[in-house]
């Protein structure tokens, strides 16, 4: 589990195709502590697993599931990626809980001032788009962000100046790809309510089925 709030900006210094999905190699440094082989780290929104620590970095590997869901099918060497390590109970919970299962790809249409900040307009992939509510939270490359306007298959974003320096967001611009993962709460209410539409009760832990 993660919180939308970016730890570190890391660099892809190696991608390479391997067992049907891209083996990575990031270099990147955390005030926070070495990494641990085995732990979870989100790579501009999606979850995955530290495979093996470096001396300034570590390596992971994207399955073929996470490249067909996320921009890193289109991951490069000398590309910037946010990074967050998974947030420790007990600790700050800073942005919204974010669950690093990305739901679909968007893509900015839109980038302007808006004082010392930036409104960025979006395309939300159709996954997205129900749970979407103004105020309410979504993860951009794995940043958590307050819907400023939801208007159709498009949403805003303001983007503070401390977000634009501490991501990789400054650098999108119209056209670029980015990963979106709606509120987890948003998209378990949305799943309740088809299950009710479609006749299904949720059952609460411990009650049994009708017959």
């Not at 409104?119 to 939300?124: K, S, Y």
Request: some cysteine; charged content about 20%.
């Amino acid at each position: 589990m993660f919180t939308g709030i970016i730890e570190t900006v890391g660099t892809l210094t190696d991608v390479r195709a391997e067992r049907g999905g891209l083996r990575l190699v990031i270099r990147a440094s955390f005030a926070s502590g070495p990494l641990t082989p085995g732990e979870s780290i989100a790579v501009s929104g999606p979850c995955l697993t530290v495979e093996r620590v470096l001396p300034d970095g570590f390596e992971t590997y994207a399955s073929s599931e996470t490249l067909a869901r996320t921009t890193l099918a289109r991951a490069r060497a000398g590309r910037t990626v946010n990074l967050e390590r998974a947030v420790q109970a007990g600790g700050r919970l800073g942005g919204h809980l974010v669950s690093g299962h990305v739901d679909g790809v968007g893509r900015v249409r839109r980038v302007a001032p808006d004082g010392e900040a930036r409104r960025m307009v979006l395309l939300a992939p159709a996954e997205v788009r129900p749970l979407l509510a103004v105020k309410g939270s979504v993860a951009v490359d794995g940043v958590s962000l307050t819907l400023a306007e939801v208007r159709g298959a498009e949403f805003s974003v303001v983007l503070v100046p401390h977000t634009l320096w501490a991501t990789t967001l400054l650098a999108l611009r119209p056209g670029d790809e980015v990963n979106v993962e709606a509120d987890l709460i948003a998209r378990y209410v949305a799943a309740t309510l088809r299950g009710r539409a479609a006749g299904v009760e949720s059952l609460l832990p411990g009650e049994v089925e009708p017959e």
